[in-house]
Structure formats: structure tokens, C-alpha cells
């Protein structure tokens, strides 16, 4: 079992929709969670932590379950501009960072 | 955002060329990172420092070589590479693990390698 799993993906919605992205991860020890984007051909960047009670960021919404080690990320009136790749990022205390495959969403028009 | 620099940000090399990339961060952290991005593959961790000490090589072949002077400055050196080398290289930073408080990582905007 790969230690950080994603949507497989592509997600197609049309402007205005809202989609929610979906990761488990495999280390109970896991104490660190990050969603990232990145766009075609440029670096990842930080899109938001991921808190224990969940957290808001304006039309982005992270959800953390501890128990069933799940964490979610809902995009609310989705813009052309939410067009990118987003990657699940999972830490341990001592231990390097990993990453999912990501999951692709694409709005369009 | 230059919290993290990269240069250079395209380079073609020749299989029998060397050359280096650079990464400098500017946010005060102590851990860097080198990760290989293969076209429409997901992240390869290469290497970690952790106050200039390198604390993971995630077998990567000898054609890479890191160098971490300082802190604030990492290095990888290529020499003699292969064209499925060929990808985005990308470095990152964050507090290390020792040090507390969070761990955001950050990434530079990358090296887009081409090896002929």
C-alpha cells in the first residue's frame, strides 16, 4: 500500500461547481498534512495546512480524520483559475515529507 | 514569492558536460531538499539536509552530487548524465524536524533539465 493515495482523477467540473478531493495515508505516526497545487510545468506551492478541528481558507475547506486517517479538501465555486494539480502532503515527527500522486482538476467555462 | 531561488531555471547539457544547480532560501530554514519531477510523474525525493547534514539519499545514482555549504544554500552537481535524466529539478525548504513550530515546505521555482 502506497503510504499517501489520492482520487485518481482527472476531475472535469464547470465554473461555479463544487468538488472535494479525497487522501488516506498509512502512518498512524503522521502529524503533519498539507494540501498543495501546482500548475503545469511550475513548482508546487503551499495551499493550506491541514488543522485537527479543520480549517477554512475563503472558498477551500480541509478536513483531517485522525481515525480513519483521511483528509479531505473541498473547493467551493470553483474558478478557471482552480485549474491545477493538487497534492496531498503527509509528516511525521523525524521523518521526510510525502507526497501523493496528486489529483488533476480541471474547470472549465 | 522569492523565498526560495533556483538558478538556472532551464539548462541543456550534454551527456559528457558538468554542470551545477543552485538553491538558495531566504526564509530561515534549516532542512533543504532536492526532488526530481519526470514529465507528468508525480515528486522523487533525491536528498535531505538537515542542518547542513545530509540525512537521506534516496538511492540516487552518483551523477548527482549534493552540496550543502550553509543553511540557506544547496547544490547538486551533475556530471556525466543520461538523457532520461532529463526532468524538472526542484528545491525546497522548511523547518527541520528538531527545530519545532510548523513545517511548511516551500519550493523554488525549479531547473527545467534537458540532457542531449
Known amino acids: 500500500r502506497k503510504e499517501v493515495e489520492q482520487d485518481p482523477g482527472p476531475f472535469n467540473v464547470p465554473e461555479g461547481a463544487t468538488v472535494a478531493f479525497n487522501c488516506t495515508y498509512s502512518n498512524s505516526a503522521s502529524q503533519s498534512f498539507f494540501w498543495y497545487r501546482q500548475d503545469c510545468r511550475k513548482e508546487p506551492k503551499l495551499l493550506m495546512s491541514v488543522y485537527s478541528s479543520g480549517n477554512e481558507d475563503g472558498r477551500f475547506t480541509a478536513q483531517l480524520n485522525r481515525a480513519s486517517q483521511y483528509i479531505s479538501l473541498l473547493i467551493r465555486d470553483s474558478k478557471l483559475s482552480d485549474s491545477a494539480t493538487y497534492l496531498c502532503?503527509?509528516?511525521?515527527?523525524?521523518?521526510?515529507?510525502?507526497f501523493g500522486p496528486g489529483t488533476r482538476l480541471s474547470v472549465l467555462p | 514569492e522569492t523565498g526560495v531561488t533556483q538558478t538556472p531555471r532551464h539548462l541543456v547539457m550534454g551527456m559528457t558536460n558538468k554542470k551545477s544547480l543552485k538553491c538558495e532560501q531566504h526564509l530561515g530554514h534549516n532542512a533543504m531538499y532536492w526532488y526530481k519531477q519526470s514529465a507528468k510523474k508525480p515528486l522523487e525525493l533525491m536528498f535531505v539536509?538537515?542542518?547542513?547534514?545530509?540525512?537521506e539519499n534516496n538511492s540516487v545514482p552518483s551523477r548527482f552530487s549534493p552540496e550543502c555549504p550553509n543553511s540557506s544554500h544547496l547544490f547538486l552537481h551533475l556530471h556525466t548524465l543520461q538523457p532520461e535524466d532529463s526532468a524538472l529539478y526542484l528545491c525546497a525548504s522548511s523547518q527541520a524536524s528538531t527545530a519545532g513550530g510548523s513545517y511548511e515546505q516551500y519550493f523554488g521555482p525549479g531547473t527545467r533539465l534537458t540532457v542531449t
Open positions: 502532503v503527509v509528516k511525521s515527527y523525524g521523518q521526510n515529507f510525502v
Open positions: 539536509y538537515n542542518f547542513k547534514e545530509q540525512t
